[in-house]
């Protein structure tokens, strides 16, 4: 009886995934329909995860060189909250780390522009200098990458840093080298990339 | 003075090894290249190209279906050539090979939740389709290394049925388990990797991690097979 029990619940879940694989326009021909169908009916573990994921994302959303002003901006106010997060439970100079995030948002955010006009310029230059432009494009958005990955790394900490107060003292402090440390490398980015624009100008 | 919970704002959390950091929707990175070898080329020899199956959103769905079906034919299989030293009548024997597919198959399924839950207490959360991908594929690894050592109990139980061939069973099904558990920590490794900043290796509290979220998957996987096998076994 249990056994039985068992069973219709396990093709009563599997008539449910089944049912809503063929209400899914995934597959257009009636035969893969059909085959998605029965596959979720027997085996709908291994299928139900993949129906509940939703449509793909496409493809270049992640990596899309172009405009990424929106992204950046996200990235600041994810930085700004945790700076306010930070604030009390670190005994680093927050106003310093705030003045940093402001500096190289705007870094990035020259860099992005700089990378979109490049663009430009690169679909009209003639192909004799076109070269030279995509090298300068690609270490344009090299820096940019680099910047935003530093951004994110920063978020991070400072979230973790929150939290790290409340537990072992050891780790707080090790936390907080790390910090230190990602602040010098912030600084040492910023003001590269300011010599970079100053040249550039 | 009311002060904020630090764990209110807290919406999701940022250190699992196989999400990038502060990215909205939280998928894996696509995968970077391709290798044209038939997956089951690639099951035995090449756990770096199953990586980038599994990244792949196209083709995750086809490996675990492809995954799915080498389970469920190289443990049915195995069966048979295993069983074959006891000169069972035909229909028994066939009859054995579809339950012991079906059980491993059953087992696979009943381990998903469990391990994903696991990776969850753990910090190691990943998207559940990826880890039934991996899953699917380390299993289909290890049930392929089955098929190949199931001679040799067929064989030793025929020379020595006291002795040479329960350890030979035994040692066959234990191989396989260290295969399988070996194939999965190699392919969690890699993905990290993939996840992680371009070309970093993964951190050493992240390591450590995933190797106790390894151990703890396996530690269920076993522990579901045992459960059908012995389900089988009580069944008759």
């Not at chain 1, 994302?57 to 306010?84: F, S, V």
């Not at chain 2, 630090?6 to 940022?14: A, D, G, Q, T, W």
Request: proline share 5%.
């Amino acid at each position: 009886m249990t056994a039985f029990i068992v069973l219709a619940t396990y093709l009563a879940i599997g008539g449910v995934t089944a049912g809503l694989s063929l209400r899914t326009p995934r597959q257009a021909s009636g035969a893969a329909r059909a085959r998605a169908a029965a596959f979720a009916l027997l085996l709908w573990p291994y299928t139900l995860p993949f129906m509940l994921q939703g449509p793909p994302r496409p493809a270049g959303t992640h990596t899309d060189a172009t405009g990424r002003g929106a992204e950046i901006q996200g990235r600041e106010q994810r930085l700004e909250q945790a700076l306010k997060r930070a604030d009390g439970a670190a005994d680093i100079d927050l106003t310093r780390v705030a003045g940093l995030a402001a500096r190289l948002g705007r870094r990035l955010r020259h860099l992005d522009e700089r990378g979109v006009a490049l663009e430009a310029a690169i679909a009209e230059a003639p192909a004799s200098v076109r070269a030279p432009l995509e090298a300068l494009h690609e270490s344009c958005q090299d820096d940019l990458a680099g910047g935003l990955r530093l951004m994110d790394e920063l978020t991070g900490k400072l979230t973790l840093l929150a939290f790290a107060n409340l537990g072992d003292s050891r780790a707080h402090v090790s936390e907080l080298d790390e910090v230190r440390s990602l602040l010098s490398r912030l600084e040492a980015m910023a003001s590269a990339t300011r010599e970079v624009a100053a040249v550039g100008t | 003075m009311p002060t904020a919970s630090p764990i209110l704002p807290y919406r999701s959390e940022h250190l699992s090894p196989f999400l990038p950091w502060a990215d909205e929707d939280r998928r894996l990175p696509s995968a970077k290249h391709d290798s044209d070898d038939a997956l089951l080329v690639q099951l035995l020899q090449a756990p770096a190209a199953v990586v980038d199956r599994i990244l792949d959103p196209a083709r995750a769905q086809a490996t675990v279906y492809s995954s799915v079906a080498i389970i469920a034919g190289a443990s049915g299989l195995a069966s048979l050539i295993m069983l074959s030293a006891w000169h069972d009548p035909h229909r028994m024997a066939l009859l054995n090979a579809l339950m012991v597919a079906a059980g491993s198959l059953g087992a696979l399924a009943a381990s998903i939740a469990p391990i994903w839950g696991l990776g969850v207490l753990r910090t190691v959360r990943m998207p559940l389709p990826q880890l039934v991908a991996l899953l699917t594929s380390s299993v289909a690894a290890a049930s392929l290394l089955l098929v190949a050592l199931s001679a040799a109990p067929a064989v030793l139980w025929r020379l020595d049925p006291d002795w040479a061939g329960p350890l030979a069973l035994v040692g066959a099904f234990g191989t396989a388990a260290i295969g399988c558990a070996v194939r999965f920590r190699t392919q969690l490794l890699l993905l990290a990797q993939r996840a992680g900043v371009e070309g970093a290796e993964a951190s050493h509290t992240d390591r450590a991690r995933i190797e106790l979220f390894a151990r703890n998957a396996m530690l269920v996987l076993a522990f579901t097979n045992t459960l059908a096998g012995w389900a089988w076994l009580a069944l008759g």
